[in-house]
């Protein structure tokens, strides 16, 4: 169960970066280029607290 769990988490992770960062780069080029490092930056503080939780269960 943790298994799908992760999996679960990854795919709804990436979706949601990827959005984000197209998003961006529909405003402005810049902006993508700032946004994608603090998206990659909450990326990882994210995911380690969410797969010690995850552990956990």
Known sequence: MPKLFKFIYYNIAFG??????????????????????????????????VLIFINNL
Request: aromatic share 18%; net charge positive; hydrophobic share 70%.
């Open 16 to 49: 949601v970066a990827l959005w984000a960062i197209l998003f961006l780069y529909k405003i402005n080029i810049w902006l993508a280029v700032v946004g994608s490092i603090i998206v990659m930056y909450l990326f990882i503080k994210i995911t380690s607290k």
